[in-house]
C-alpha cells in the first residue's frame, strides 16, 4: 500500500513538475513570435526604422545570451528553482511595464531585461526535467516541454496577429501577464523540491564576466559587418574567448567546464548541431513576417495564420521524436530533421515577389517537420551526456546555442538588410533590396544547414 502511495505520489509530483516547466517554456517563445507580427505597428507608432526594428529582437537575443550559462550554473550551486521562479518573476513585471513604454529606447531596455529572464528560466528548466525523468523516459519529457515551447510559436502568430491587428501591438505584452502570474501560483503549490547538486561549489564571477564581454562582442559585432566596428568587435570577442579558456582551465569551479567539449564527443558535436541549426532557421520569421506584411500587403492577422504552419508541424512531431529518441539513436533521428530542414531552406531560395501563399505555407510545413525532429533528440543527447553536477550548465549550453544562433542568423539578417537597404524604413522603394536580402539570407542559410548534418552525424554511432 505504502509503496503504491510513493508510485503515485513520485507520478503527480512528475506531472507537476512536467506541467509547471511547459506552462513557462510556452511564455517566451510566443512572445517572440507574436512580436514578429507586430514589428510594422511598432514601425509607425515609434518612427522606427528597418536596424531598430530588427534590434527589437537582437535585444532581447542578445541579453538572454549572455546569461544563460552563468545562470545555468548558478541554479547548480544554489538551486535551480530558485533562479526559475526568479526569472518568471522578472519576465513578468518586465513584460506588464513594455505597456507604458512610449519610445523604442525604452521599449529596447525593457526587452533586455526580458531576455534576462528567459535566461533564468530556459537556463534551469531542461536540468529540472533532467533531474526528475530518468533515462528512458527523459526524451518524451523533453518532448512535451518542448512541445509547449511549439505551442507558444504557433500561437504566437495567430493570437499576436489578431491582438495587434485589433487592439494594438501593446496587448500582444498585456496579453502574458496573467500567464505570468499564474505560473508562478503553480510553481508556489507544486513545486516544494529544490535541486542544487553542486551545493557548496564557488561561483565564477570572473568567468563569467569575460564569458559575457566574449559573447557580446562577437554578437554585435557580427550584427555589424561588415563595417570596421563589426570586425573590431569580433577581434575583440576572440581575444577575450581565449582569456575565458584559461581562466576556465585554471581554477576548479569553471562556469563552463571545457572537459566537457575535450571528452564528451557526443555533447560536443549536439551543441555545434544546435549552433548551426538555430542559425540556419530563426530569422526565417522575421523575414516571412515582413515578407507577407509588406510585399503580399496582408494584415497582420492573416499573416499570422500562414506563419503558423510551421510551430504547427514542430508541436506535433516534437513528442513523437522525443519518445523515439528514448529507444533509438537521438544523433540520427536529429540527422534526418536537419536534412529536411536543409531541404526546405534550399527551396525558400526561389520565393520572389509572385510566390503562391500556398507554396509558402508548404515550405514553412518541411521546415517544421525538420525542426520538429531535430530539437527534442538533440537535446535530449546533450542532456543525457553529462553528470548532475553538471545538468544546469548542460541546460545553460543547450539555450546558449539556440539564442547564440538565433542572434547570428538575425546578425546575417540585419547585416543584409543594411547592405541592401540601409537606414530606410521598408516602403515600396526598398522593396526590391528587401527581397534580395531575403534571397541571400536563405542561401547562406542553406549552406549553413547542410553543413549541420554532418556535424550532427559526427558524434558516436551510439548514445544511450
Known amino acids: 500500500m505504502n509503496m503504491n502511495t510513493d508510485v503515485q505520489e513520485d507520478r503527480s509530483f512528475k506531472i507537476s513538475v512536467l506541467l509547471v516547466s511547459a506552462f513557462a517554456a510556452f511564455l517566451v517563445p510566443f512572445l517572440s513570435s507574436a512580436v514578429n507580427l507586430a514589428l510594422p505597428a511598432i514601425e509607425k507608432e515609434l518612427h522606427a526604422n ?16 549572455i546569461f544563460l550559462l552563468p545562470f545555468g550554473r548558478l541554479g547548480d550551486i544554489i538551486g535551480r528553482k530558485k533562479i526559475f ?5 522578472l519576465f513578468t513585471i518586465s513584460t506588464f511595464l513594455i505597456l507604458f513604454s512610449h519610445s523604442i529606447i525604452s521599449l529596447l531596455i525593457l526587452r ?10 530556459f537556463g534551469t528548466s531542461m536540468a529540472i526535467l533532467t533531474s526528475v525523468f530518468q533515462p528512458g523516459e527523459r526524451g518524451r519529457a523533453i518532448g512535451i516541454n518542448i512541445t509547449a515551447t511549439y505551442l507558444g510559436l504557433s500561437l504566437g502568430p495567430v493570437i499576436g496577429g489578431l491582438l495587434t491587428h485589433y487592439l494594438g501591438w501593446r496587448s500582444i505584452f498585456a496579453f502574458l501577464v496573467p500567464f505570468g502570474v499564474i505560473s508562478l501560483i503553480l510553481i508556489q503549490k507544486k513545486i516544494k523540491t529544490e535541486w542544487a547538486e553542486a551545493e557548496g561549489e564557488k561561483f565564477d564571477w570572473s568567468g563569467s564576466l569575460v564569458y559575457g564581454i566574449a559573447l ?20 575583440i570577442a576572440v581575444f577575450m574567448t581565449v582569456i575565458f579558456l584559461v581562466i576556465e582551465n585554471r581554477i576548479s569551479s569553471p562556469v563552463f567546464d571545457i572537459k566537457l567539449i575535450i571528452r564528451n564527443r557526443v555533447f560536443a558535436f549536439s551543441g555545434v548541431a544546435a549552433l548551426i541549426n538555430y542559425a540556419a532557421t530563426s530569422a526565417i520569421g522575421f523575414f516571412i513576417s515582413l515578407y507577407l506584411q509588406y510585399l503580399k500587403g496582408l494584415d497582420a492577422s492573416t499573416a499570422g495564420l500562414i506563419m503558423i504552419s510551421q510551430p504547427i508541424a514542430m508541436t506535433l512531431l516534437s513528442p513523437f521524436a522525443g519518445k523515439l529518441s528514448d529507444r533509438k539513436n537521438p544523433g540520427v533521428i536529429a540527422s534526418y530533421g536537419m536534412g529536411i530542414t536543409a531541404t526546405g531552406l534550399i527551396l525558400m531560395c526561389f520565393i520572389n515577389e509572385t510566390t503562391s501563399n500556398y507554396f509558402i505555407v508548404l515550405l514553412l510545413l518541411i521546415m517544421g517537420i525538420g525542426f520538429g525532429l531535430f530539437s527534442s533528440p538533440n537535446s535530449n543527447a546533450i542532456m543525457s551526456s553529462v553528470e548532475k553536477r553538471h545538468l544546469g550548465v548542460a541546460s545553460g549550453v543547450v539555450g546558449t546555442m539556440r539564442i547564440v544562433g538565433q542572434m547570428m542568423s538575425m546578425g546575417i539578417a540585419m547585416m543584409l538588410i543594411s547592405l541592401y537597404i540601409g537606414k530606410e524604413t521598408i516602403n515600396p522603394s526598398t522593396y526590391p533590396g528587401l527581397i534580395s536580402a531575403m534571397r541571400t539570407s536563405f542561401i547562406i542559410f542553406s549552406v549553413l544547414s547542410v553543413t549541420g548534418i554532418f556535424a550532427s552525424l559526427a558524434r558516436h554511432s551510439k548514445n544511450s
Not at 85 to 89: A, F, Q, R, S
Open 50 to 65: 528597418a536596424i531598430s526594428l530588427s534590434w527589437i529582437i537582437s535585444s532581447f537575443l542578445l541579453s538572454s545570451a
Open 85 to 89: 521562479t526568479t526569472g518568471i518573476y
Open 112 to 121: 533586455i531585461f526580458e531576455g534576462i529572464s528567459s535566461a533564468m528560466i
Open 216 to 235: 557580446a562582442s562577437f554578437m554585435f559585432g557580427f550584427s555589424r559587418l561588415p563595417s570596421a566596428m563589426g570586425w573590431s568587435c569580433i577581434v
